[in-house]
């Protein structure tokens, strides 16, 4: 006891003007807290199959409508008896992220490569089916968190690969590769993600052959990976500036040709450098799927606000209750994103202080 | 051929024919787009051109900050969207950076639970994406206001509903233009008179009365006219007539949900940006100031913040290009900003898809270059300067 | 004679921007010969032994290494490059790899040497250098005297007929330059052609067949050992070699 | 900067790969468009029609529980696709917002845009579209809440006014408050469910949109009983698919289908006497079921389409009685819809 009064006064009432932040500190926390938790726990309703049983809560949450509607949400229209497939793809992303998070495991390499290149063709084998003795879904019919995460992963896998290239180019002796990596970044980078999916979702078969077109959700991921890989080059070219000039002529000197000394040398220094701002982005983009709703695509925040139209669930609690629980779906998602980039560093700050 | 290979064997010649070829490719590509897309226009008989920019767009919108009506020209149009883009923005990025520094400085306070606040608020606000919270506030706003008939009101003059806040406000008589433009000189001029006073300070050591007088004379100068020609503005007050309150400066929820998501947002940004760029300045200069006996606001004030901006000027920019870009998202929630009003409603009731866009895009790609040429600049200069 | 000639060099000019770095530069150097360049700070030595495995692109005059003439031709440029072995003062070591991956990095992806004989022989040369027990440590393990002698067992895993030193001591503490021109001294011993830009002058007196002193960009003065020591022609020269020895 | 200079080597073999692929790519694109001529054709060769419908506008087109797509607009595209592929399900449905619906029609993101649009001139002559025939016969108005005591849209004088954006609505509300010398204010929302929600938390005074469209959001409202439509109908809003212009023969094939329909319902061919009929005397209705002539080939079909049309998807009546009429939740009077004998505005040309 005494030993957290000295601690407080230590901490928290040093001086006369920490204490009065301390004092506005504590009721702000008290504040919020209580709002939340009789927002969401005590005036909220927790049973129901429509907005009747919300009525009686007029100021709390209503959770039936998150409960009853849970299935679209994660899955969209995605037929019921097919939704095996989904599942098995969330298994196996969740399964290779842990192998690759878990730090005893050696063969961490393999595990990267197999999640880059295997995993998106079997994902895509899986989701959309068509053969062997999978039945076709078409992707208008995906829906929900599964979308949001098909176009945050594609996103990713095309991203990181795509921006090495431009970063490379960025950095090329050669002008006019670099100043054509130049335009493609300062482009996309420059203009809102609205207007690039608008020009992706409805634009696009303008500029292609007449009668040349290929699916809407490709589009928008084509759309997502063209803006993510714009950032990523530039977070990866400030990683190539971090490694030290000598380490590019000791490469050239030893006789290894540009990409050999980019894959065996450089990259993999620079990556590492660049991860915090890698994550960042991978983050960014997460966050950025929100905007495919504006286009009519249903990711998670666009199905959600697609049923608060529902007639059966017409009702001044629900669109709040809808929101909050999207941004809770995806500040866990980002969170746990920021929180392992930061360990990652840790673990690379503490390695770098033995060099 | 023979010179091709010979060509080839040479780096020179590889990175020529390389470049060569991309140059090729690239033109190759635009022609492709260019002409795939002329072709699809013609052939359905799309009206193309910026000859619309001329017609009337027979429809109203419900912010504009220059005259705008139904009559007006899709020109107009667009000026009142970049216009709305601007305020949203101006704001956005004054209390973006007002809330970012607080808060990033506060995650460096010696009071743990300031800091654990602040690092709370860091935490939500970076991770939630921008839309959801921008769809949020607007919700919250609309939901929770009361009818205009039930306002909150503060002594007949501020009124919070569900379609705005409404304050006190004035208007320009005849000759109130004038004086507006004369305060707005004489703003002006006291920026390069007290760059004057400082000059002088720091060349003599004494305090020069140049601000003093100047300002001095401002409000002579004012009074005497407001004395010989009388006050040329009348208040403004907003007041309920029929359905909604009218008068007054207003402020509709659309703007104020995706204000305040846009600050909210884009401070933690900028709180982590300055939390950073303190903690770049080396521990050694808070020392050395300490050392010197500098109090910890000044040492923070003159050592500290001063070497801090260098690093965080840079990322600062790019948040507040981002806030710009973002302030995109407006199209879901019905604010009249560019891409909303301009992309949006206007692209549909003309069906110029092509030519919107192009503009549209231009104008954002156009900010986006300026300010980085701007940021060049800077960084030229800071580091000269290190030098 | 010519034949005999490893390394030729004539005329050789280059800039940096308007600034003249080395102005008409000659010289030969013989299979088997060991020469140490010395000189001021900025009068081009670094530069001159970095045109010769193309890190610098000189802008006139030729090189020719092993009678193949140092032009824009990549393949001409390859070849020198794995003939041609260089340290640097700051090792410039691979931080991401283990000592041994250092070592067998570029036998296995230039020359496409099996793994495991790039290892044996990267053992062996880790032998030379006498540093076999830390083929399993990351450089940033190791001391700069150690990581140095990585750098030249490094080099050798090329067998290279040709090494060029750029200062390979000048960042390191005064112990751990000794164990680094051991290392040296005993490679001369064996018979490569070695080139040094280098300012230890007990180090060119034992084992150097030329020293050359270069001082603004052009060589003035050029001599055995002994005699470049004990008797130098030039002003400049002794000039320098007074400041040198006044450390 | 001399140490970024590399041997060009795999550089050039990455760029000289693109640039080979790049034109490949052309080439199978060049091949493909070579091809490709006719909507019909496209859309027989893909299997599928594509069809854009509005995002959920109960009557016209919304999706039910389970995702599947109703309404007089849906009942169109799947007519269609019957028509043309032979199966009522061979339809992509694809909900556009109002903003986009055009763009996406030019660009040929769909094939058909069925989405309760209003035929004008300016988007007939200009946006390079085609309008093929009324469905349905509208008129704006305006929804209010009760207790605000207006009784006709001449009292919403300084109203705030919740719209649907790039809309015929948006620019007919303009016109209302204008040329009745009042003031309002708008919102315009990019979806009509974010229009008819602002306007239900108290956002708006009024939410105007096609009669309609006003029963059917009525239906979404909190309360529904509180909120009433007032009876001005203040623009004409003639509803049509419409098809990109330059294509004169999907243009027909998608017209004859609502002929067909309407022709149908004319007749008293329905869904449940459709194959009964084959046998009928009466000469419009063996054309018309493809008994007699040669119809269907001449607009690039087979001559059963509309049989398969009324069998899957019955008649224009049967369609607007399951949708909008008695036999849905709008109980909406056939009104202008019924048929010219009915002394509605419904008037097909004959199949002969």
């Known amino acids: ?355 | 051929m023979n010179t091709v290979f010979s060509l080839w064997s040479s780096q020179k010649g590889r990175n020529l024919i390389v470049q060569l070829l991309m140059v090729a490719g690239f033109l190759g590509l635009v022609w492709w787009l260019v002409d795939n897309t002329v072709a699809n226009l013609a052939r359905q008989n799309v009206a193309t051109g910026f000859g619309f920019l001329e017609n009337n767009t027979g429809f109203d919108i419900n912010q504009k900050l220059i005259a705008y009506d139904e009559s007006s020209s899709y020109q107009r149009l667009l000026l009142v969207g970049l216009l709305n883009t601007a305020i949203v923005s101006v704001l956005g990025i004054f209390f973006a950076t007002l809330i970012g520094f607080m808060v990033g400085l506060a995650r460096l306070s010696d009071n743990w639970l300031v800091s654990k606040l602040a690092f709370l608020y860091v935490e939500i606000f970076r991770n939630l994406p921008l839309l959801i919270q921008i769809l949020f506030w607007y919700v919250l706003l609309i939901e929770i206001l009361p009818h205009p008939r039930n306002s909150f009101a503060l002594g007949d003059m501020f009124f919070l509903n569900n379609r705005g806040l409404y304050l006190p406000w004035f208007t320009s008589l005849s000759g109130g233009n004038i004086v507006l433009w004369a305060i707005a000189l004489f703003g002006v001029g006291w920026f390069f008179v007290s760059r004057q006073a400082q000059k002088r300070r720091e060349l003599t050591g004494q305090k020069s009365s140049y601000t003093r007088h100047y300002f001095i004379l401002g409000v002579i100068a004012l009074a005497g006219y407001l004395s010989l020609w009388g006050v040329p503005f009348e208040p403004n007050l907003p007041a309920l007539k029929g359905f909604n309150f009218r008068g007054g400066l207003s402020f509709t929820p659309e703007f104020v949900a995706l204000l305040v998501a846009l600050s909210l947002y884009t401070a933690s940004f900028i709180a982590e940006i300055v939390r950073a760029g303190v903690l770049c300045v080396a521990k050694g200069q808070f020392e050395a100031a300490k050392a010197l006996g500098l109090p910890t606001n000044v040492a923070m004030n003159k050592v500290i913040i001063p070497q801090a901006m260098r690093v965080i000027i840079p990322p600062l920019t790019s948040q507040y290009l981002n806030l710009t870009k973002n302030s995109s998202l407006a199209a879901a929630i019905a604010y009249p900003e560019l891409v909303s009003v301009f992309a949006g409603t206007a692209l549909n009731q003309t069906g110029q898809a092509v030519e919107i866009i192009f503009i549209t895009m231009s104008i954002y790609l156009f900010l986006s270059l300026l300010t980085s040429f701007l940021m060049n600049i800077y960084n030229a200069r800071v580091a000269l300067v290190e030098k | ?247 | 900067m001399n140490f970024l200079k590399w041997p060009g080597v795999k550089v050039s073999k990455v760029g000289l790969f693109s640039f080979v692929s790049f034109f490949l790519f052309l080439a199978l694109a060049h091949l493909q468009s070579a091809k490709a001529d006719t909507t019909l054709d496209l859309v027989k060769k893909r299997g599928e029609l594509s069809c854009g419908v509005s995002q959920g506008l109960q009557g016209f087109s919304a999706p039910d529980d389970k995702g599947r797509w109703h309404g007089i607009d849906v009942d169109f595209c799947r007519a269609v696709a019957v028509a043309v592929l032979g199966d009522a399900e061979a339809v992509k449905i694809v909900p556009l917002s109002a903003k986009v619906r055009f763009t996406a029609l030019q660009s040929g993101e769909i094939d058909l845009l069925a989405r309760n649009t209003t035929w004008t001139m300016h988007r007939d002559t200009a946006l390079g579209i085609q309008f093929v025939g009324v469905n349905y016969y509208d008129g704006q108005g305006f929804i209010v809440r009760k207790d605000i005591g207006v009784t006709n849209a001449r009292e919403l004088d300084g109203a705030s006014i919740c719209v649907n954006a790039g809309t015929t609505t948006e620019l007919n509300v303009a016109d209302f408050f204008r040329s009745n010398g009042m003031d309002y204010e708008i919102s315009s929302y990019e979806k009509s469910e974010e229009a008819v929600a602002a306007y239900d938390a108290g956002r708006c005074d009024a939410y105007t949109t096609d009669q309609s469209g006003l029963y059917a959001q009525r239906q979404r409202l909190i309360d529904p009983d509180a909120h009433m439509v007032l009876p001005d109908v203040i623009s004409k809003e003639p509803l049509s698919p419409v098809v990109r212009q330059g294509d004169d023969v999907w243009a027909d094939v998608v017209r004859w289908v609502h002929y067909a329909m309407l022709n149908a319902e004319e007749l008293g061919v329905n869904a449940q006497n459709v194959d009964k009929l084959q046998e009928s005397i009466n000469p419009s209705i063996r054309r018309l079921l493809g008994v007699e002539g040669a119809y269907g080939e001449s607009l690039g079909l087979d001559n059963k389409w509309a049989a398969r049309i009324i069998r899957k998807v019955g008649n224009y009546g049967e369609s607007f009685d399951r949708n909008l009429g008695a036999g849905s939740q709008l109980k909406i009077e056939r009104g202008l819809n019924a048929l010219w004998s009915n002394g509605g505005l419904q008037f097909a040309p004959p199949i002969r």
């Open chain 3, 1 to 247: 004679m010519s034949e005999k000639h490893i390394i030729e060099i004539t005329h050789l000019d280059k800039y940096f921007g308007d600034f003249h770095v080395l102005k008409n530069i000659n010289l030969s150097v013989a299979a088997g010969e060991r020469i140490v360049i010395c000189g001021p700070s900025g009068s081009g030595k670094s530069t001159l032994i970095r045109c010769i495995n193309h890190l610098e692109q000189h802008d006139g005059g030729e090189i020719i290494v092993e009678g193949i003439p140092l032009n824009d031709s990549v393949k001409n440029i390859d070849f020198i490059r794995s003939e041609v072995g260089m340290v640097f003062q700051q090792f410039n070591l691979f931080p991401h790899m283990t000592v041994l991956e250092n070592c067998i990095l570029a036998p296995v992806w230039v020359k496409g040497v099996p793994r495991a004989e790039a290892e044996m022989l990267a053992l062996q040369y880790l032998e030379r250098v006498r540093i076999p027990d830390q083929a399993d440590k990351y450089p940033g393990q190791l001391s700069g005297g150690q990581q140095q002698r990585v750098a030249i067992a490094r080099s050798l895993c090329m067998q290279p007929r040709i090494m060029l030193f750029d200062e390979p001591t000048s960042a390191l503490d005064p112990e751990m330059i000794k164990e680094v021109l051991e290392v040296m001294v005993d490679l001369a011993e064996q018979g490569m052609t070695m080139l040094c830009v280098t300012h230890e002058m007990g180090f060119a007196r034992r084992v150097a067949d030329r020293v050359i002193f270069m001082d603004e960009g052009e060589i003035i003065e050029e001599n055995t050992p002994a005699a470049f020591f004990d008797n130098p022609q030039n002003d400049r020269t002794k000039l320098f070699l007074s400041q040198i020895i006044g450390d």
């Open chain 1, 1 to 355: 006891m005494r030993s957290i009064l000295k601690w407080s006064r230590e901490n928290l009432f040093a001086t006369r003007m920490n204490a009065v932040m301390s004092v506005l500190s504590i009721w702000l926390v008290y504040v919020a807290i209580e709002g939340v938790f009789s927002w969401a726990l005590i005036n909220a309703s927790f049973i129901g199959t429509d907005k009747a049983s919300c009525a009686a809560n007029p100021h709390g949450a209503c959770w039936p409508f998150v409960t009853a509607k849970l299935n679209q949400f994660v899955y969209g229209n995605y037929p019921m008896g097919e939704q095996w497939r989904v599942n098995i793809v969330f298994a196996l992303g969740a399964f290779g992220l842990g192998l690759l998070m878990t730090k005893r495991v050696s063969f961490k390499k393999e595990v990267a490569v197999l999640m880059l290149t295997v995993y998106p063709v079997l994902t895509f084998i899986l989701l959309s089916g068509g053969f062997l003795g999978l039945s076709y879904v078409e992707t208008n019919q995906w829906g929900g968190l599964l979308v949001t995460l098909v176009i945050a992963v594609t996103g990713i896998v095309v991203s990181l690969p795509l921006g090495i290239l431009l970063a490379l180019g960025r950095r090329s002796e050669l002008p006019i590769i670099r100043i054509m990596s130049i335009g493609f970044i300062e482009f996309w980078r420059g203009v809102p993600l609205i207007t690039v999916l608008f020009m992706a979702s409805v634009m696009l078969p303008l500029f292609l052959p007449e009668g040349m077109n290929f699916d809407a959700l490709l589009r928008c991921l084509i759309g997502v990976s063209m803006f993510a890989s714009a950032y990523m080059a530039e977070v990866i070219r400030g990683g190539l500036q971090a490694i030290p000039k000598g380490q590019y002529e000791a490469a050239k000197s030893l006789g290894l040709s540009y990409w050999k000394s980019m894959r065996l040398i450089i990259l993999p220094q620079a990556l590492v450098v660049s991860i915090p701002g890698i994550v960042n982005t991978f983050i960014g983009l997460f966050k950025d799927t929100t905007l495919v709703m504006i286009v009519g695509i249903f990711d998670l925040l666009g199905i959600i606000s697609f049923h608060f139209t529902d007639p059966n669930w017409t009702s001044p609690q629900v669109p709040i209750t809808g929101f909050v629980f999207a941004g809770l779906v995806f500040w866990v998602f980002c969170f746990a994103m920021s929180h392992y980039s930061k360990s990652v560093e840790r673990r690379f700050s503490v390695t770098g202080e033995n060099k």
